[in-house]
């Protein structure tokens, strides 16, 4: 049971466009939000995070939106550039951790044509 | 200068034997984790470590043990490896609500 998805493996954008990774989540525990970019032979590095107390986070040209009611996040980048290029993976983690647990999506492979 | 680090990069191995993989985080966080990466590209966790004692242990199979010698090191052992544990194994560290990663150890059993 896929508690965090990512529904599209792929996406192709121009550079210079906006890109938008879409994800959606199902367990109402999760309070903590974060995206995580991971390029091949990587591991993945964090990128930006949203706590369920805000809808919009906002840094440089990455900014995450939170839509609670509707369980579902979303990472915009703009613009896109070339090295955007890799795998985003989106992961969530319940409220109330000493302990720290991410459940992460399958993610999706972006791809910034130049 | 490496924060998670973990070795080896690349293993393979034969069905059945026992091999270990090490992590080691230079980052002085009190937790740490080891996750796989299925061949369907999901990240599971497996275990979690917090100050050397286990606070989180998945479904994972008793043939897969970490051991945690101090808190900057989690090592998994696995034993009488079969087919199926073939993956990209990730340790992790976090503090603050932010998880750092090594970069992976892609385990091949044959």
């Known amino acids: 049971d896929q508690q965090v998805k990512q529904n599209s493996p792929s996406l192709s954008v121009q550079e210079g466009r906006i890109s938008i990774l879409n994800c959606d989540y199902t367990?109402?525990?999760?309070?903590?939000f974060l995206w995580y970019k991971k390029y091949p032979a990587e591991g993945p590095t964090f990128l930006i995070s949203?706590?369920?107390?805000?809808d919009k986070n906002e840094d440089g040209r990455f900014t995450v939106f939170l839509n609670k009611s509707a369980k579902h996040l979303s990472l915009h980048i703009v613009p896109s550039q070339p090295g955007d290029s890799a795998v985003y993976f989106c992961?969530?983690?319940?409220?109330?951790?000493?302990?720290?647990?991410?459940?992460f999506g399958k993610g999706t492979k972006l791809s910034v044509i130049p | 200068d490496t924060a998670v680090s973990q070795t080896p990069k690349y293993l393979v191995t034969q069905m059945g034997n026992d091999k270990s993989i090490k992590c080691e985080q230079n980052?002085?966080?009190?937790?740490m984790y080891w996750y796989k990466q299925d061949s369907k590209k999901f990240l599971k966790i497996m275990f979690s470590?917090?100050?050397?004692?286990?606070?989180i242990n998945e479904t994972v199979p008793n043939r897969f043990s970490p051991k945690s010698p101090d808190k900057a090191h989690l090592n998994l052992h696995i034993n009488s490896l079969e087919l199926g544990d073939s993956a990209v194994y990730f340790c992790?560290?976090?503090?603050?609500?932010?998880?750092?990663f090594g970069q992976g150890t892609r385990l091949t059993v044959v």
């Open positions: 980052l002085g966080h009190d937790t």
């Open positions: 949203i706590s369920s107390i805000k």
């Open positions: 367990n109402s525990m999760f309070d903590y």
């Open positions: 992961a969530a983690a319940p409220r109330g951790a000493g302990s720290y647990q991410l459940t």
């Open positions: 470590y917090n100050n050397k004692e286990l606070i």
């Open positions: 992790a560290s976090s503090q603050a609500g932010q998880a750092f």
